[in-house]
């Protein structure tokens, strides 16, 4: 003989339970796509908002559920004092938790002045700070510029906004002239066109006939 312990408030108490459960499923099934899509919205937006009169471009988006990927990005713009810069990379993703901070793969910064002179920076991996506009390398970045000038900055912070560039590692700058400057670091204004390295040991041509030279 079998009792039933099953009174019909347990029953409905079990079924009860398993419809919530299986509303819950329902809830989630709609919701966890939605969160991405709204992730992906307020990276887009991130990205709208710091590009507001400069050109924004990118490939293919994904959604990984810790972090945003994009494929080939490219964000460029004009400077005050008429400079174009464009930052471009393989590709980037983006913490789900700080969308504002977009991780960059071979990243470049090319920088082209009105008088058509260019100057570019190549780096493996690199940070956007998209709202702050500012790109961050903290490893080497390989610089060099159409008059022929080439050379490796270490720990760069570049401020597109302000129009200025950091370096506090080891830099070494050849001139076309065959002139080099090695230094500590670096502080480089594009408004002044000014330069400043720190202790810096500057190396001149052996047929120098004078102290004339490229700048960097």
């Known amino acids: ?10 029953r409905f108490a079990i079924y009860s339970r398993l419809r919530t459960r299986n509303r819950l499923v329902s809830i989630l099934r709609v ?3 939605v969160a991405g899509a709204l992730v992906f919205l307020v990276f887009v937006a991130q990205l709208l908002l710091a590009s507001l009169a400069n050109n924004f471009g990118i ?4 959604f990984t559920g810790s972090s945003v990927v994009v494929d080939t990005p490219s964000y460029s713009g004009v400077m005050a ?9 393989e590709g980037a993703q983006a913490a789900v938790a700080n969308l504002n901070v977009i991780e960059l793969n071979n990243a470049a910064l090319q920088l082209t002045k009105p008088d058509g002179m260019q100057m570019s920076a190549h780096a493996g991996t690199g940070l956007f700070e ?6 961050r ?15 490796t900055l270490s720990d760069v912070v570049a401020d597109l906004a302000h129009q200025t560039l950091k370096a506090t590692g080891p ?15 670096l502080d480089y204004d594009s408004k002044a066109n000014r330069w400043d390295f720190g202790h810096a040991t500057v190396t001149l ?11 960097p």
């Open 1 to 10: 003989m079998t009792l039933r312990a099953e009174t019909a408030e347990q």
């Open 31 to 33: 919701a966890l796509p």
């Open 59 to 62: 490939g293919k988006i994904s």
């Open 81 to 89: 004092n008429g400079d174009i810069y464009k930052v471009s990379a």
């Open 130 to 135: 998209s709202l702050r506009q500012i790109v």
């Open 137 to 151: 390398v903290p490893g080497t970045a390989e610089v060099s510029d159409s008059r022929g000038n080439s050379g």
């Open 171 to 185: 830099v070494s700058i050849s001139l076309s002239s065959g002139m080099s400057v090695h230094s500590d670091g």
């Open 205 to 215: 041509p052996l047929d120098a006939t004078d102290g004339s030279g490229g700048s």
